[in-house]
């Protein structure tokens, strides 16, 4: 099959393309860098033509209320391409328990994004995944102040990248789900745990203080962020740090 990849020279992206190609299909990345723009719809058309599945990776730039126009502006023009292409399956990337989290603008703005997939007339998969573990380092940059972390003791079941990526890539090469499936890591800890194991590992000199009001998964309630029953990862964090 062939595959246009929207946002395929990202972190997910990339992994996306290879893990399809090396599987025997023929993925193609597209992104602002190769000429497509998903705001503006130029080389839509074009990145579709002759594709049989058509893989949404891409992201609002910001994480504040504008990601709502964002997402609606972007799948639009994308549904649109799709419809014109003749794309039998649209599947895109989205976050376990992001309709439980209404505090937050950037995942009301992902609620959105699904539910403009759905109601498309395109034969559609959502994949929902957990936290990403290379995101963790950036989590603890929002509140770091001098030597001191604070972060919530929110549960949180971090995922490697290229476990999604794979994800991603078996869902897209199959039928369409006409729904969502859940992936998570093998392993559930609390943000403020998980930011001091990631610190020990380091022998970074920071200390992480436990604040159920620092950051932006201070919003978030009990253990929403997180699936038992999702379909699991094989990698461990104690692993991906090594």
């Known amino acids: 099959m062939k595959f246009a990849v929207i946002g395929g020279t990202g972190l997910i992206g990339s992994q996306v393309v290879k893990s399809l190609n090396a599987a025997g299909h023929e993925a193609v990345p597209h992104s602002q860098s190769t000429g497509v723009d998903v705001i503006t719809g130029k080389g839509l058309d074009e990145a579709v033509a002759g594709a049989d599945v058509l893989v949404n990776l891409t992201n609002s730039p910001t994480f504040d209320k504008d990601s709502l126009a964002f997402f609606q502006t972007s799948m639009d023009n994308l549904l649109a391409a799709g419809r014109k292409g003749g794309i039998r399956h649209f599947v895109i990337l989205s976050i376990v328990g992001v309709d439980k989290v209404p505090e937050l603008d950037y995942y009301k703005a992902k609620v959105l994004q699904e539910d403009i997939l759905a109601a498309g007339a395109i034969p559609y998969s959502i994949v929902r995944a957990t936290q990403f573990m290379e995101f963790m380092d950036a ?47 093998p392993e559930v800890f609390t943000l403020d ?31 929403v962020l997180t699936d038992k029953n999702a379909h699991l990862a094989p990698t461990r964090y104690a692993d991906w740090l090594s």
């Not at 970074?204 to 919003?219: E, I, L, W």
């Open 139 to 185: 989590t603890m940059s929002w509140t770091t102040d001098g030597d001191t972390v604070r972060l919530p003791p929110t549960p949180i079941q971090p995922i490697a990248a290229k476990d999604v990526a794979d994800a991603v890539a078996e869902v897209a090469a199959g039928a369409p789900l006409g729904g969502i499936r859940n992936i998570g890591g």
């Open 193 to 223: 745990e998980l930011g001091r194991i990631t610190l020990s590992h380091k022998s970074d000199g920071r200390t992480v203080v436990t604040d159920p009001t620092a950051g932006m998964f201070a919003a978030v309630k009990g253990d």
